[in-house]
T-cell receptor
C-alpha cells in the first residue's frame, strides 16, 4: 500500500517562528502536493512538485515555500509563521499523469499562537 | 483556471437510503479527470470514484456512482444503500494539465454527509 507520512499530527508554534512540515512517500511518486484545509474553504493548493528540485506555485503560495531535495520528501516551509496560517495541512503524492489517484497523508493540524 | 463548486455544505440521509451530492466545475481544457474523495473523521482522505471527461459512460464503484453531464459541467455522486460508515466530508475534485506535462488537482469546498441510523 502507498504510504504518505507527515511528520507531525499536531503542532503548536509561535508567531514569527520558522516552521517545517515534512512529508515522505514510499512509492516513488513523481508528483507531490501541499494543501491547506480550512472549514468552509475546502482544500486549497499551496505548492506542488512534479520532480526533484522542481516546484510550481498553487493557488495560495504567499507566506510559504517548499523544498524537494529527494524524490520521496517534500517539505513545506513557513518562513515566519503568522496566526492566519493556523490550519490543517495535507500532503499528497501521485504517480504518472492527471488521471492518477492522489494519496494523502493524515494531515498536520498547525496552530500558530 | 479550473474551479470546482459544491453547493451543499451539509447533507443528511437515513441509513439504507440513497443520497446525491452535487458538484459543478469549470475548465477550459478538453481533457480532464474528475474525482470524488472521502474524508472520514480520521482525516485520512481516500478516493471514492473517478471519471474521465472523454468517457460518456458514468463510473460506478459498488454503491457509489456518478452522473456526469459534460455539457452542463456537472458531476454528482450518488450513494446507494447508505451505511453509517459513509458519514464523512466528501470532496469533488478536477485534474487538468497546468503547463507542459504538469497537472493540478483542484478541490471543491466539500459536503459534510451525516448518516442517520
Amino acid at each position: 500500500d502507498v504510504k504518505v507520512t507527515q511528520s507531525s499530527r499536531y503542532l503548536v508554534k509561535r508567531t514569527g517562528e520558522k516552521v517545517f512540515l515534512e512529508c515522505v512517500q514510499d512509492m516513488d511518486h513523481e508528483n507531490m502536493f501541499w494543501y491547506r484545509q480550512d472549514p468552509g474553504l475546502g482544500l486549497r493548493l499551496i505548492y506542488f512538485s512534479y520532480d526533484v528540485k522542481m516546484k510550481e506555485k498553487g493557488d495560495i503560495p504567499e507566506g510559504y515555500s517548499v523544498s524537494r531535495e529527494k524524490k520521496e520528501r517534500f517539505s513545506l516551509i513557513l518562513e515566519s509563521a503568522s496566526t492566519n496560517q493556523t490550519s490543517m495541512y495535507l500532503c499528497a503524492s501521485s504517480s504518472g499523469g492527471f488521471n492518477t489517484e492522489a494519496f494523502f497523508g493524515q494531515g498536520t493540524r498547525l496552530t500558530v499562537v | 483556471a479550473q474551479t470546482v463548486t459544491q453547493s451543499q455544505p451539509e447533507m443528511s440521509v437515513q441509513e439504507a437510503e440513497t443520497v446525491t451530492l452535487s458538484c459543478t466545475y469549470d475548465t477550459s481544457e478538453s481533457d480532464y479527470y474528475l474525482f470524488w474523495y472521502k474524508q472520514p473523521p480520521s482525516r485520512q482522505m481516500i478516493l471514492v470514484i473517478r471519471q474521465e471527461a472523454y468517457k460518456q459512460q458514468n463510473a460506478t464503484e459498488n454503491r457509489f456512482s456518478v452522473n456526469f453531464q459534460k455539457a452542463a459541467k456537472s458531476f454528482s455522486l450518488k450513494i446507494s444503500d447508505s451505511q453509517l460508515g459513509d458519514a464523512a466530508m466528501y470532496f469533488c475534485a478536477s485534474s487538468e494539465l497546468s503547463g507542459g506535462s504538469n497537472y493540478k488537482l483542484t478541490f471543491g469546498k466539500g459536503t459534510l454527509l451525516t448518516v442517520n441510523p
